[in-house]
């Protein structure tokens, strides 16, 4: 087993543990600080995916950026009321059940598209580098989409400075 | 060399604690995690995939979704602070105003 492998299975550990581990908090606070785990474990993921430009990516906008968002909102909103409720809903039983039902439909699916989901596999000698690959494709044939994502961010940012805003 | 279907178990395990979060917390600002965290799990098998093929369109649509879930996050941030401050509560169960 190469250092490769070894990394990903633990990256791929630490991003589930995380996981649970934010899913589970009563404190929101802790949980913030879980989900950055997994999004750093999920960088290094991108890392070992030779996709360096996705992992600086992932590092700056998800960690450093919405991250904040989150905490800084959580700062504003925190009640020490909350923690004290019950933090599961009245539906959780059956709410877990379907999304278990959901994880073995996709499990049956990948099981048994293993040889005819995947094929062949493509992998040229020297992969182009990566930065300069995505900016190729983001600039050349995926521009529309790009000032469509531009427009979109534009929605957003009105968008929440009208939802934030005291009075309408 | 890590087989492309380990990185679909990943991407699976995270989505199902994503939905798990989502459909039974009741504090809205773990729910809005929880759906970052599905965004996060799609992205994993997009970057699979693109470097099982070596094309970066998997990446370039990962991006997409990053610029997507930031809109998202903006925009549910700012709905969480409004209903906060007319109602002072958290709770998803709490957000009946539109019920008859």
């Known amino acids: 087993m190469g250092l490769n492998s070894i990394l990903f299975y633990f990256f791929a550990a630490l991003a589930v543990v995380s996981a649970i581990l934010m899913v589970t908090r009563r404190n929101v606070v802790h949980g913030a600080v879980y989900l950055i785990t997994t999004l750093l474990a999920t960088a290094g993921v991108f890392l070992l995916l030779q996709a360096e430009f996705l992992f600086i990516t992932q590092v700056i906008l998800y960690v450093g950026g919405i991250m904040v968002l989150f905490v800084f909102v959580i700062m504003l909103v925190n009640l020490d009321v909350s923690l004290l409720q019950y933090q599961f809903n009245r539906q959780r039983f059956v709410a877990g059940v379907l999304a278990l039902a959901l994880a073995a439909q996709l499990f049956i699916v990948i099981k048994m598209g293993k040889t005819s989901l995947f094929p062949q596999a493509r992998v040229p000698e020297v992969l182009p580098k990566n930065t300069e690959a995505v900016a190729d494709a983001l600039f050349g044939r995926f521009m529309l989409p790009f000032e469509i994502a531009s427009i979109l961010l534009l929605v957003a940012m009105i968008g929440a400075v009208v939802m934030a805003k005291r009075r309408v | ?100």
């Open chain 2, 1 to 100: 060399m890590v087989p492309v279907d380990h990185y679909l178990w990943l991407s699976l395990a995270l989505f199902t604690i994503g939905v798990i979060g989502v459909l039974t917390r009741r504090n809205v600002i773990i729910i809005l995690m929880s759906i970052e965290l599905i965004l996060n799990a799609v992205n994993i098998n997009l970057v699979a995939f693109s470097h099982m093929f070596g094309s970066v369109d998997g990446q370039v649509f990962a991006i997409f979704i990053i610029t997507d879930a930031a809109a998202e996050a903006a925009v549910g941030l700012g709905i969480i602070l409004a209903f906060f401050r007319n109602r002072e509560t958290l709770l998803a169960d709490e957000m009946d105003m539109l019920k008859w």
